[in-house]
């Protein structure tokens, strides 16, 4: 994991400062009122992969909205970042939940 929090954490970087990958309209279109609009930060803290292609990450830089160690997730192809929960405790709830269907 190393290297995973070493991408997302290695600068500060926005969703329109990449133009040639997300429009304004995407950004829009993608837009969480409890997320901040990076697409790389340096306060989310990935802790698990899956799929080769999808990072949970403890986010301590959200919104006024979002709460600090809220779970968001990045997801690779089409690249965005979600709300899944508003805490790891939160989370494993939600995983409990599922497993026990």
Partial sequence: MDDIKNYFQNK?????????????????????????????????????QYCN???LMMDFNPTTDGKKGQIICYIHDPDKVVYVA???SDLASKIMKEISL
Avoid: H, V
């Avoid at 400062?17 to 989310?44: G, H, M, Q, S, V």
């Fill in 12 to 48: 500060d970087a926005l969703l329109s400062d990449f133009p040639d990958y997300f429009t304004a309209e995407d950004i829009e279109r993608l837009k969480d009122k409890r997320i901040n609009p990076y697409l790389f930060n340096k306060k989310w803290f990935p802790f698990a």
């Fill in 53 to 55: 292609s999808c990072y």
């Fill in 86 to 88: 508003a805490g790891i």
